[in-house]
């Protein structure tokens, strides 16, 4: 018998509407959407109802504390987590778990696109294999995924690729785990390596993300600065360049103790010192800012929270 926990933190999967007929994310209880009927009977499930809201309201101090909660559940013995969620910030909520959850049992967070009432809804569907995946040993060792409309992505990659589609996510580039069918959990390949950064610091970064574009200048990096930023994220174009008037604000930083790391706005590909001139990837290495490898923006700035609440350097966390 596999003990799985499902932690219910509110979203679209726990959406009802409101008397305008519009979507109200979080406003069910989980023992209204939470049909367990199809479960197979090898698997004990436990329902913990942990926070309630849409997904764009969750914060890093509930994200620690959905941690916590699954840390706490794997050394009470259970087998498996299940993290049900609104999906505007899963592929964040998700990446932050497998960074900061230091176990071998695997957690799959998921949500819906659709809510439990509405045609066609993928609510039960998820939910369920996604329960599957999580009382799966072959899943074991990878740390945690998300899984939605039958396949399974890992938490480093996977990105929300459409608004409302059932097809919600995608891992561009490096494609899926594996798929579920029915609740047969099918794993096509592993992730190399697993990376996980434990809290050791009560602390919470103040990590911001400053994109770059044409002719920026360097208001927002000096808004940033100003307004005591432990760190920021520049998302550069192309192998990581950015607008020369940001450079100097770039600098100011650096100078001050601020940690920049720099990531691509590129889908696909990585940040690279293939450039040398001014505001360029390498000018930027050169002037200490850290390349942030093939991360996105955002999972590269709660890579590096992670990185600056742990006892692993900023620099060795980075590098490959």
């Known amino acids: 018998m ?22 109200v994310s979080g406003a069910l209880d989980s023992e209204d959407y ?35 909660k699954i840390q706490m559940l794997f ?17 964040e909520s998700a990446y932050y778990l497998d960074l900061t959850v230091d176990h071998q049992n695997p957690v799959i967070v998921t949500g819906s696109q659709r809510s439990s009432s509405a045609s066609g809804s993928d609510t039960d569907t998820n939910l369920v294999q996604s329960i599957a995946a999580a009382s ?7 740390g945690t995924m998300v899984v939605f409309n039958e396949r399974i992505f ?5 990105k929300k690729e459409h608004s409302y589609n059932l097809q919600g996510f995608e891992s561009f580039g490096y494609g899926h785990l594996g798929t579920i069918d029915g609740q047969r959990v099918i794993l096509y390949q592993k992730p190399a390596e697993r990376q996980v950064y434990p809290s050791a610091d009560s602390h919470m970064p103040k990590v911001e993300i400053i994109k770059c574009y044409l002719d920026a200048d360097r208001t927002l990096i000096d808004a940033c600065i100003d307004n005591q930023a432990d760190g920021i994220i520049l998302e550069g174009n ?17 100078k001050e103790g601020v940690t ?12 690279d010192i293939s450039y040398d001139y001014y505001a360029s990837a390498h000018h930027l290495f050169e002037n200490g800012v850290i390349m942030g490898s093939d ?26």
């Not at 050394?75 to 592929?91: C, I, M, P, R």
């Not at 890579?303 to 980075?318: C, D, H, P, Y």
């Open 2 to 23: 596999k003990k799985i926990a499902l932690i219910t933190t509110g979203g679209t999967i726990a959406s009802k509407k409101n008397e305008q007929g519009r979507l």
């Open 34 to 68: 939470c049909d367990l009927d199809e479960i197979s009977a090898e698997t004990e499930v436990s329902i913990f109802p942990l926070i309630n809201k849409p997904s764009m309201h969750v914060s890093l101090n509930d994200l620690n504390q959905i941690a916590e």
């Open 75 to 91: 050394n009470q013995g259970f087998d498996g987590a299940v993290v049900t969620h609104g999906t505007d910030s899963l592929e």
């Open 136 to 142: 799966s040993d072959k899943l074991k060792g990878i």
């Open 154 to 158: 890992s938490a480093k990659y996977v």
């Open 238 to 254: 192309g192998r990581g360049q950015i607008a020369p008037a940001q450079m100097e604000a770039v600098l100011r930083g650096v």
């Open 260 to 271: 920049f790391v720099l990531t691509t706005s590129s889908e696909q590909g990585r940040v």
């Open 295 to 320: 991360l996105n923006s955002k999972k590269a700035r709660l890579k590096l929270i992670a990185l600056l609440r742990s006892e692993t350097s900023v620099q060795e966390g980075f590098r490959e």
